[in-house]
């Protein structure tokens, strides 16, 4: 069985973090799948003891799996039990079609790129 179905592009998941007075901003590119989720889980996850706030910008997934989907899931229970929030910004349609098809997507504080509510 494959890891990666045949018309999703291999891409290797790059994590760029950048720390401003409000928040830690963790910009992702790349394929957020099955083979890059614990990772991901382990580096973000390092991120919350020093943040109120986490913001992860997702303009450059270009695809999320399952695996993909269960690592937000986990990193958002690890930032909540913390008192830190959570945000979702740059949703691709894909994502956020992904997060609506598995009732996720009001769990998460789905915002723009300056913080601000979007419908």
């Known amino acids: 069985m494959a890891t990666n179905p045949s018309n999703v592009p291999s ?3 790059k ?14 590119s790349g394929n957020l799948t099955r083979d890059a989720a614990a990772i991901f889980k382990e580096e ?15 303009s450059e997934v270009a695809y999320m799996d399952s695996s993909g ?7 958002y229970i690890t930032a909540k039990k913390a008192g830190c929030d959570l945000h979702l910004i740059n949703l691709s349609k894909r994502v956020k079609e ?11 504080e789905t915002t723009g790129q300056y913080f601000v509510k979007m419908g």
């Open 69 to 75: 989907l269960g690592a937000v899931v986990s990193v």
């Open 11 to 13: 891409s290797r998941l």
């Open 15 to 28: 994590l760029d973090v950048h720390t401003t007075e409000d928040a830690t901003v963790v910009r992702l």
């Open 44 to 58: 973000v996850k390092a991120l919350i003891p020093q943040s109120k706030r986490l913001v992860l910008d997702l």
């Open 98 to 108: 992904l997060l609506g098809l598995t009732n996720l997507l009001a769990v998460f």
